[in-house]
């Protein structure tokens, strides 16, 4: 006599669920549309309303995406919003086998933060922008550069420019122009070599079998991240909205 659920009928439930709680209109915004090769934002308006009938736009959280705390701290984030932690895991704990300081390690844990949840393009800048409020001036100044000083080798600490640029990007690949200026600036600055660091541990090749979490670095995060007490988004930063955006993709408005 089987007492509990099956696997697929514990799926039915789900979607039964999700589609019960789907009993709202969503949207899609400019920005993802465009990432499907479309402009516009798509899914709104009384047209749109009109096709679904008795049904509200969505103006709160995705119901199709893990419900988050209240008051979500940073660690929160990366557990109910990111996909590509083990990346960022993976640069944390070689900074911390090779006995960095805990700023840089830090750093090397957030460094690639908005490819995990936000945006790709331009990476370095939007994880830069979304930290800036919580963490030491040098920790997201550091997270911006790493973006030019990827492409760039410094022989000095035994970076050479990615293997994987050249298979990902062709041999013949040359950086945009600002980000030749970006490294050439960063070159020059009292934090380089915090930003050359980022780059030292962001590695693609790791042990397959090293299990690597996020435990050794709560305490870090809890010393070097200035959480805030009405959790991220809700606390009026200039980056606040960002985070809220994250939480809430779809939201109408
Ligand atoms: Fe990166
Ligand atoms: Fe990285």
Known sequence: MATEMSMSEKADELELKMSDELDVI????????MEDGQLGAIGMGIHEQRKHPGKLFLIDDDPRLPKMPDKPTLLDFFEY?????????QSATHALKAGMDEKIILACLIHDIANGLFIKSDHGYWGAQLVEP???????????AHQALRFFP????????PVLYTSYFGADYEPDQYIKDAYERARKHKWYMTARLITVHDIYSFDPNAVVSIEPFVDIVGRHFRQPEEGLGWDNSPSSHMWRTIRRPTKYL
Do not use: F
Request: glycine share 6%; hydrophobic share 40%; net charge negative.
């Open 81 to 89: 919003r990111m996909r590509g932690a083990n990346h960022l895991l």
């Open 154 to 161: 410094d022989e000095s600490v035994g970076y050479t420019y």
């Open 26 to 33: 969503l949207t899609k915004s400019a920005l993802a549309n």
């Open 134 to 144: 919580y963490v030491d001036e040098e920790v997201s100044w550091a997270i911006r």
